[in-house]
């Protein structure tokens, strides 16, 4: 990407920082997703920037929801719409513009995972993937589940509280765990697909429940 389509970028992308899940307000409603990626891929600066508006707090609220920190979450919405900008004239436009930016959010969450060594933030995240990627990419109110995730990781039994504790925040092997559990590598293998299993359950009773 050029320096001058960098600057661009970066300048349409500073309200998500400070504004990240305001209602979109400037976006003219009566212009289509499609008119406006159109638009862009031809240099329409204003239409990418219309792009952002009106996306940027549904970007900002997935990311938000699956880091710890609230300046992660601003960091990688920014960094979702400098990939999108860069990668405008790949975009199919008879495509969804949400589900394309969705994806590479989730991209960059792996990634975030993979490079930070916050490990408590990073295993909150690879967590929440989990979840995501159980739940299923078309399942509405992912979020909502993700809400309901550390009362249910409370409800867990002491030991499988533990496993998940140090598979995702220290980071041990599973080995490891059995060891400081006492068990065998295989019973710390199944202990935490049982845990994985019953924190699946319980979100779903919670769905049900706010169904």
Partial sequence: MATDEVDLAIGQCEAVAGDGAR?????????GDRELVVA???GDRA?????????????????????????????????????????????????????????IARNLLHEHARKTRRRREVGWT???????????????????LLAQLPECLDSLGNSAR??????YNSRLRLAEIGARLRRSEGAAKLLMFRARQALKKCLERRKERRS
Avoid at 23 to 30: H, I, Y
């Fill in 40 to 42: 862009a891929q031809s």
């Fill in 162 to 167: 533990q496993a998940i504790d140090w598979k």
């Fill in 47 to 103: 239409a990418f920037a219309a792009l952002v508006e009106r996306y940027q707090g549904q970007i900002y609220g997935y990311l938000r929801a699956r880091v710890l920190q609230a300046s992660d979450a601003e960091d990688l919405a920014q960094e979702v719409f400098l990939r999108s900008y860069g990668a405008r004239a790949r975009f199919d436009s008879s495509a969804m513009v949400g589900p394309w930016l969705i994806g």
């Fill in 126 to 144: 690879e967590m929440c993937l989990e979840v995501e990627e159980q739940a299923g990419p078309q399942t509405e109110r992912v979020d909502e």
């Fill in 23 to 31: 209602a979109v307000s400037g976006s003219d409603p009566t212009v």
